[in-house]
């Protein structure tokens, strides 16, 4: 079977179940490390030739990920495209039987480890109200219904802009500095926040680094991400 993925997490998640089914990736598909794939460009523009001319059996695709027109164009050049949505993790495990399935594979341990790992995290007793930019200039924060933020609640916390209109709402830095939030948590994807590029703008907060892929991604990644997110946040 023939596949390319557009999204780097299930690149990861079929990479590693098996190592030769992917033909085509994107520029953003950095796990595994080398990874031998075709490279057809990025999430947002994927060459549509280059990947047609992979003649795919499968073309793995995200809702939010993948812009809808490159999609229509991949199935009207003949290509079966399989689009998931990913916003809980309950949707992540489910979603990844789905692909790993279209693509003729049984369930690989990692996915059991990782429902495992999950499922053992003690509740969270206090949930510490906490603000999630993942963008700067302009400021953009997780909103509603996303994936990181329903890591986030699994780990005692609170995103404040949870019950927004949008899902990543755009809000002057003012309004987050009043938002009554007691923590900022920083990934490094898609904006690269640092120690000196992030904190600083949130002063009396408690700011926490995270790795992105921990946070973001739904795939082996999430064997680890339980504890790395736990270990970070405490």
Known sequence: MR???LVPSLTEAVAV???GLLVGVTDWCTHPAGLAAARIGGTKNPDIAAVAALRPDL?????????????DALRAAGR???????????????????????????????????????????????????????WRKPWMVLGRDTFAGDLLARLGVRNVY????????????????????????????PYR?????????????????????????????LTEAAGALRAALR
């Open 3 to 5: 596949v390319v993925s």
């Open 17 to 19: 179940t098996a190592p």
């Open 59 to 71: 073309v793995i695709a995200n809702e939010e990920e993948n812009r809808p027109a490159d999609l």
């Open 80 to 134: 079966n495209v399989l689009v998931t949505e990913v916003r809980t993790l309950e949707q992540a495990f489910a979603e990844l039987g789905r692909v790993l399935a279209a693509c003729a594979l049984p369930e690989p341990g990692w996915l059991g480890e990782a429902r495992a790992a999950w499922a053992a995290l003690p509740p969270a007793l206090v949930a510490r109200p906490a603000i999630v930019p993942v």
């Open 162 to 189: 949870a019950g927004h209109a949008e899902r990543y709402p755009r809000v002057p830095q003012d309004e987050l500095n009043a938002s009554g939030a007691e923590l900022v948590v920083l990934p490094d994807e």
């Open 193 to 221: 926040f640092t120690a000196a590029d992030g904190p600083e703008a949130f002063p009396g907060l408690r700011a926490v680094l995270v790795d992105g892929r921990h946070l973001t991604w739904y795939g082996p990644s």
